[in-house]
């Protein structure tokens, strides 16, 4: 059981009541009257104005503070105390934590291991009441900055239908700052129509700098089907499309990831999202080295809008094959799921599995890849190479085999993976034996030929 060793250092830091903000220990704070002053166990006090009593559990809970001093920490469960009780040592603990310590048959000090002459224990008023006031007062101004927090967002709410030019693009930045910093703020402009009033800020003559910071602070919010519905109008659309090729890397990604939120609807036309220009950024997106935080955004989108037919048409005409084949090598490995799936969608289609067959890099990096990543990019690279070998199969067997192919899938086929990949495996192996005699296949199954 972890145990907390107290030490001569054991102070109250930082202490809100305390004047001059010194370090205080137990003593020195009861005896300077930083209890605030004739405040009671049922009272807490901000900017000296008394508030009514205060559940304990439910302040240290909400308040979720990762420092606190240390003098009120239970050296058992090492959380702050909220009924601390003192032994005849002159430890203090827990009361529930020191009475299961009992109940377990010790009749020692956790803390210092003496053995009880008393195992009677005495409540800690004191302390109880420095621990109540020092969280009460860190409460009530939380409290109070989180009604600043929602006032302001409301005010500036009210403003962004006041104003125009340079006075809605300051206004729009200081709520997009506060939005993405304060939940209570996303909270007060969702009940006071913010989403409505921020989607009547798009249309087709928004200016960039309008529509960053509105498209910023709709992608901290939750979003409800109808909300999504007016937001995925082509003129919306098209804006988000011409902001997410033009903007900084930061509104880029706060594109990809709103109109992946927008496009989750069953109802969504595809003719919305088949724009050639929004498929272009998105490549740019997944390929700026720069900036590779953007990667994994722009892959999450064009992996969710490959399900519709004519976006894969149009991603194989861009040369997208050929750009993520390329990419692959460099990729973290969730962005390299997110890939495999983009290109295992494109071996859907007739073009698609032309375009893998013709990069030269796609079948030697497919092998690569078997067993070596996890379960699904093997799942993934096995699909397209079983595309690409069954497209063409002597040309594209050999050169599979030759990268190592046959060792790769015997590994599948070995080890406890899905049933489905091993079957899977199996007919592929058999797809690349036909090109060979027994003996020679069976040289080309070696393991020491497996590229790892």
């Known amino acids: 059981m972890p145990m907390f060793q107290p030490s001569k250092r054991d102070m109250v830091g930082g202490y809100e009541g305390g004047g001059d903000g010194q370090i205080l220990d137990l003593d020195t704070a009861v005896k300077d009257g930083v209890l605030g002053g004739g405040v009671g166990v049922g009272v807490g006090v901000v900017g000296g104005m008394a508030c009514e009593k205060l559940d304990l559990g439910k302040m240290i809970e909400e308040?979720?503070?990762?420092?606190?001093?240390?003098?009120?920490?239970?050296?058992?469960?090492?959380?702050?105390?909220?009924?601390?009780?003192?032994?005849?040592?002159?430890?203090?603990?827990?009361?529930?934590?020191i009475l299961k310590w009992?109940?377990?048959?010790?009749?020692?000090?956790?803390?210092?291991?003496?053995?009880?002459?008393?195992?009677?224990?005495t409540p800690n008023t004191t302390l109880y009441r420095l621990i109540?006031?020092?969280?009460?007062?860190?409460y009530l101004l939380m409290k109070k900055r989180s009604e600043d927090v929602q006032g302001r967002a409301s005010e500036l709410l009210d403003t962004l239908k006041k104003v125009k030019g340079q006075a809605r693009v300051m206004a729009l930045k200081e709520l997009h700052q506060v939005v993405a910093?304060?939940?209570?703020?996303?909270?007060?402009?969702?009940?006071?129509g913010g989403v409505s009033v921020m989607s009547s800020l798009l249309g087709p003559f928004t200016s960039h700098a309008v529509g960053s910071e509105v498209i910023g602070i709709l992608v901290c919010l939750t979003l409800d089907s109808d909300s999504k519905k007016n937001l995925m109008q082509p003129a919306k659309v098209s804006l988000m499309v011409d902001i997410l090729n033009e903007g900084s890397i930061e509104t880029k990604i706060n594109c990809t990831r709103l109109i992946e939120s927008l496009i989750d609807d069953k109802d969504l036309r595809s003719e919305l999202i088949s724009s050639h220009s929004l498929l272009v950024g998105l490549m740019r997106l997944v390929k700026d080295k720069r900036h590779t935080n953007g990667i994994c955004p722009g892959l999450s989108l064009l992996r969710a809008i490959c399900s519709h037919k004519e976006i894969r048409h149009l991603l194989v005409?861009?040369?997208?094959?050929?750009?993520?084949?390329?990419?692959?090598?460099?990729?973290?490995?969730d962005c390299l799921e997110l890939a495999l799936?983009?290109?295992d969608s494109l071996a859907s289609i007739p073009e698609g599995r032309l375009a893998l067959k013709n990069c030269s890099n796609t079948i030697p990096i497919m092998v690569k890849l078997l067993m070596r990543i996890s379960e699904n990019c093997t799942q993934y690279a096995l699909s397209i190479l079983w595309s690409v070998c069954k497209l063409a199969p002597e040309?594209?067997?050999?050169?599979?085999?030759?990268?190592?192919?046959?060792?790769?899938?015997?590994?599948?086929?070995?080890?406890?993976c899905n049933p489905l990949l091993k079957q899977q495996s199996a007919e592929l192996l058999k797809l690349c034996s036909l090109n060979y005699s027994d003996t020679i296949f069976i040289s080309k199954c070696k393991l020491t030929r497996t590229i790892l």
Not at 398 to 413: E, F, N, R, T
């Open 102 to 121: 009992f109940n377990l048959g010790h009749l020692t000090c956790p803390t210092t291991m003496q053995e009880l002459w008393d195992d009677s224990v």
């Open 181 to 192: 910093a304060h939940a209570t703020a996303r909270k007060t402009l969702l009940d006071e």
């Open 341 to 343: 799936s983009i290109l």
């Open 317 to 333: 005409s861009i040369g997208a094959v050929s750009q993520l084949v390329e990419l692959l090598s460099a990729l973290e490995p």
């Open 395 to 416: 040309e594209c067997s050999s050169v599979a085999v030759d990268a190592g192919l046959a060792a790769k899938l015997l590994l599948v086929i070995q080890s406890g």
């Open 63 to 97: 308040l979720d503070l990762s420092e606190v001093p240390s003098v009120f920490i239970c050296p058992i469960s090492l959380e702050a105390m909220q009924d601390p009780v003192t032994l005849c040592t002159g430890q203090t603990y827990e009361r529930s934590n």
């Open 132 to 138: 109540y006031t020092w969280f009460s007062q860190k």
